[in-house]
């Protein structure tokens, strides 16, 4: 080992350093200043490294210690840029309508009709009973207009809307383009339905509200079933979905601008006599959407709406006869004998999901108002709470006024397609129970995509199980064109059919329905019920007798006895037919021997 110092030995690093350095020791005394390349005095070359002198380094004196110099602290000038932290804004978003946001959601709409569309055109089947009937009075309609032929009914004592409205528009259609076309008409007032119902939805609320309202309303039972069904509730429900969307478009105008809903609603009446149930409720929203910009002022508007639709419904009722119409299919319809149980299930078999999302979305919506997340919404805590409990039991209660006026009548007829109405008026308070449902900034996504699923796979099963209760009647029509005659007198339980599609060759006079009957004998004598059927087949009226055992099965049984009994026909042929939901039945023909 040797004892010399020749190793490098680093020395503290010291920032506010310029290249030289002083030492002192403990008596104050300072040592000579390193000169760099300046050998030791010694000359020893490992002496050059320290920068101090060898006679320092005795052991018995002090160590070195070294001098800190000190910096004063030097201002920045203020024209040098600095870091600045920047302001943190209330929210990462702002909500305030935007052109993209518009098309964003313009675009999910799109998706949604193009689904509700896919879904209503993947139904298929031969007329139905009430199609038929409306398609071929519309053609019997416009031949009387064109070439004076004979109206061959009093459609307007029995129709559930004017006759000279929509059966005379799908007869047109259906001139051109067939059944395909007058139900697509159908198709188009279900779609604009469901455009206007998010708009007006989205003026109330907001965009994610209207597209959830929409999604559901386009995937119901009687959504999807109207949607390719030629009957007067689509366009009805058009023009109700229109009236609604004319009532919140024009809340912040001058209160007669709400008279432009006047005529359409009344025009919804007329197309559909059942949407009468829905004017008080239009008016109602006619005033609580303009109570936050009118205030009190906005009962007049309700006042200028009401009176508006009364005066033309009262000169509609004067210069048109279809008063009689309205009692028989509307006021003073005959009652059924279906109980108010079975009527509550169905009602909550085909409309009940959507009608519970609307409930539990009024309820929230009565307990919090704010509709946005972000902060820097107008009008942060919402409407009041009064305002927002009036405005989900209107919207909500209106999906029950349909049952109710069916449990009244003990009827399940047309509940399936009168369930649609209410619904399209409860779908923005179910749009706000699916929102609520998900939670902000989307943190329960899957609930919401739950419920819509589960609407889904109801109205897809439901639809297809409802478009296929009656059978196809192409056999049936063909199997009977041969024995069609000018002259010639017809029993069928649904006649409209072959007279639809035969209508070349019948028509409506010639045939006698299973659901009623007035047979006059040859005394002049009136005959009705199943008495005047007896009678009448006794008598040999009919030339050809049609059954299917669906419509009336025990007044079918009744006339098969009779038919058998009577000796005056042979039957030609049974046509089986397959029901959905596994059921099975035949169309059974009779023709007159003598």
């Known amino acids: 080992m040797t004892s010399r110092n020749d190793h490098f030995t680093p020395q503290p690093y010291d920032p506010y350093a310029e290249g030289d350095f002083t030492w002192f020791n403990s008596d104050g005394q300072v040592g000579a200043p390193h000169q760099q390349g300046q050998p030791g005095q010694h000359g020893q070359p490992g002496h050059q490294e320290y920068g101090y002198d060898e006679q320092y380094r005795d052991p018995q004196q002090d160590q070195p210690t070294y001098a800190l110099r000190t910096v004063q602290y030097q201002q920045v000038p203020d024209d040098e840029p600095g870091y600045h932290i920047p302001e943190t804004p209330e929210a990462g978003w702002d909500d305030r309508p935007s052109r993209r946001r518009a098309w964003v959601s313009r675009g999910v709409l799109a998706v949604l009709m193009v689904i509700q569309a896919v879904l209503s055109l993947r139904l298929s089947n031969t007329a139905f009973q009430d199609e038929a009937l409306y398609l071929a009075a519309g053609h019997n309609i416009l031949d009387h207009w064109a070439n004076g032929t004979p109206l061959y009914s009093g459609y307007e004592t029995y129709f559930s809307g004017s006759p000279m409205l929509y059966p005379v528009a799908a007869a047109v259609v259906d001139g051109y383009f067939g059944l395909s076309g007058a139900r697509a008409l159908s198709l188009l007032s279900m779609l604009g339905a469901t455009g206007l119902l998010y708009s007006f939805t989205r003026r109330m609320f907001n965009e994610r509200v209207a597209l959830v309202a929409a999604a559901l309303f386009a995937v119901t039972q009687p959504t999807i079933v109207l949607g390719w069904f030629a009957t007067y509730d689509a366009p009805a ?59 009190w002022r906005c009962l007049s508007r309700a006042f200028l709406l009401g009176v508006g639709t009364a005066a033309l419904v009262g000169v509609g009722l004067m210069y048109t006869d279809v008063l009689a119409g309205v009692r028989q299919t ?49 009008g942060l805590n919402g409407p009041g709470w009064r305002w927002r409990v009036l405005l989900g039991l209107l919207l909500t209660g209106t999906a029950v006024l349909a049952p109710a006026y069916q449990i009244h009548l003990s009827t399940a007829v047309s509940l399936y397609k009168h369930l649609d109405f209410g619904l399209l008026f409860a779908a923005p308070m179910a749009g706000i129970g699916v929102i609520r449902l998900v939670g902000k900034h989307f943190r329960y996504p899957q609930l919401g995509i739950m419920v819509w699923v589960a609407a889904l796979c109801l109205g897809v099963s439901q639809s297809e199980w409802r478009f296929g209760l009656w059978p196809d009647s192409a056999p049936l029509v063909k199997a009977v064109e041969p024995y069609m005659k000018p002259k010639a007198r017809y029993l069928g339980a649904t006649y409209e059919v072959p007279v639809y599609y035969l209508r070349d060759k019948t028509n409506h006079s010639q045939w006698t329905s299973t659901y009623g009957i007035g047979y006059s ?28 055992g669906v419509a009336t099965p025990d007044l079918d049984k009744y006339l098969e006895e009779q038919v058998t009994r009577s000796g005056h026909y042979r039957m030609v042929g049974t046509i089986p037919f397959t029901l959905s939901g596994g059921g099975t039945g035949a169309y059974k023909i009779w023709t007159k021997t003598s």
Do not use: C, Q
């Open 521 to 548: 004998d040859k005394k002049g004598e009136i005959h009705h019920g199943r008495e005047g059927y007896r009678l009448a087949i006794e008598a040999g009226y009919f030339d050809l007798i049609v059954l299917d």
């Open 330 to 378: 509307t006021t003073n319809r005959a009652h059924g004998t279906d109980s108010a149980l079975s009527l509550l299930e169905k009602s909550a078999e085909w409309g009940g999901l959507m009608f519970a999302t609307a409930v539990a979305g009024a309820v929230a919506y009565a307990l919090r108002g704010r509709m946005n997340e972000s902060p820097r919404s107008y």
């Open 237 to 295: 429900i058009f023009l109700l979905a229109l009236s609604a969307w004319i009532v919140v478009r024009t809340n912040r105008a001058p209160a007669i601008a709400v008279l432009l809903a006047a005529p359409v609603m009344v025009l919804a009446v007329a197309v559909k006599y059942a949407s009468a149930l829905y004017i008080p409720t239009l008016v109602v929203l006619a005033a609580l959407t303009a109570w936050h910009h009118k205030g």
